[in-house]
């Protein structure tokens, strides 16, 4: 069923059922494909549903129409409901549409506004998702990795990335990063793959997650390659005015793969203050 679905599409289905089970929901409904949309694609959300926190807002929202129930193992087989199936129907005509070979996330996005009675597409339309504009950008080859403009979809990437460091949310970390990618904290140990980022999440969040910490973006530079890199500086104010201030630049290399950017390297170093 999922051959033509890129990576990130299988995951969003993977964090559905995962969510699903959360809930303790016997069947993956259309709300728990938002809430897997909303883990996995961040960027996506971003650009066409507009600002996010970690989604913290629609989760709200979600918990509010639902009733959770006790936790279903995640060994258990938890099947699509109905409505879900045609959103993946519909996915898979609008990439038919669309002439893409793939079905990627955008194509889930644009199945569930196929389902406007669905609580997903309410949830959406409420916060003015717009179907036909997402249609029309993709229909006019609107990604990052066609135009310059895609810089802007990095830079999304990027400020929703720093506001969770800043926010402290453990949970999400691990979505930012490919694969395969790394975090090199201030000492020097590193942290190699998305499982191992995801276990040692609140340890590497612990830093930037303080009151005394404050941010800025010194720089950032586009490679032709699907490549942005960013310097961003961490500054985080003196406990008394007996101490100095101390500075960390944190160094992030993201790629374009898979429909989405994604951080294979984030290194933190000191700065040595004069």
């Known amino acids: 069923m999922f051959e033509r679905y890129t990576e990130k599409a299988r995951r969003v289905i993977f964090f559905a059922r995962y969510e699903a089970s959360q809930y303790g ?9 938002l809430l897997g949309l909303l883990r996995e694609d961040k960027a996506l959300m971003h650009r066409h549903v507009g600002a996010i926190q970690s989604g913290t807002e629609i989760r709200t929202e979600v918990e509010r129409v639902i009733q959770r129930g006790p936790p279903i193992p995640t060994s258990a087989e938890v099947p699509l409901s109905g409505d879900s199936k045609k959103i993946l129907k519909f996915a898979a ?8 070979r793939h079905i990627g996330t955008e194509h889930v996005l644009l199945g569930i506004f196929r389902l406007p009675d669905s609580l997903a597409a309410k949830l959406l339309l409420a916060r003015g998702a717009k179907p036909e504009t997402i249609r029309e950008q993709l229909a006019k080859g609107f990604t990052p990795t066609l135009i310059s403009v895609g810089s802007q979809a990095a830079l999304t990437t990027l400020d929703a990335f720093l506001g969770l460091l800043k926010g402290g949310t453990s949970d999400e970390l691990a979505n930012f990063f490919d694969e395969k990618g790394q975090f090199v904290d201030s000492s020097g140990k590193c942290w190699s793959g998305r499982s191992e980022i995801e ?9 930037f997650a303080k009151r005394n910490a404050s941010f800025r973006i010194e720089d950032t530079t586009a490679v032709p390659s699907h490549t942005f890199v960013a310097s961003v500086l961490w500054e985080f104010a003196a406990a008394s005015t007996d101490r100095g201030r101390s500075v960390l630049r944190m160094s992030i290399v ?8 994604a951080i294979v390297l984030a290194q933190v170093t000191p700065v040595a203050l004069s």
């Open 199 to 207: 276990k040692a999440a609140e340890t590497l969040l612990a830093p």
């Open 254 to 261: 993201m790629v374009w793969a898979d429909e989405a950017w």
């Open 93 to 100: 005509e609008e990439a038919d549409r669309l002439a893409h």
């Open 25 to 33: 929901s016997v069947v993956i409904d259309t709300e728990h494909i």
